[in-house]
């Protein structure tokens, strides 16, 4: 693993810090990773929504398509 410095105004590290004690994190270090990890997971989704965004639709999605995918979700597993 390799090893981040960071500087923080007192205002930002007393939050960090309350994080930390509210949020059941162990270190500094925990509440960064976390907080790279979601902004990660935001980024991710945000592409995966512009390339559905931009992608032509397969089917109409109408009643029917709607309900297909429940009766899909609703199937037994194979």
Do not use: C, H
């Not at 500094?28 to 929504?49: F, G």
């Amino acid at each position: 693993m390799t090893t981040m410095n960071i500087s923080l105004p007192d205002s930002l590290k007393q939050f960090v810090d309350r994080q930390i004690a509210e949020g059941g994190f162990g270190t500094s270090s925990e509440y960064v990773r976390s907080l790279i990890r979601l902004d990660q997971d935001r980024q991710m989704l945000r592409q995966l929504m512009l390339d559905g965004a931009s992608s032509p639709a397969a089917e109409p999605v109408d009643a029917g398509y709607f309900a297909r995918l429940r009766e899909a979700a609703n199937a037994p597993a194979r």
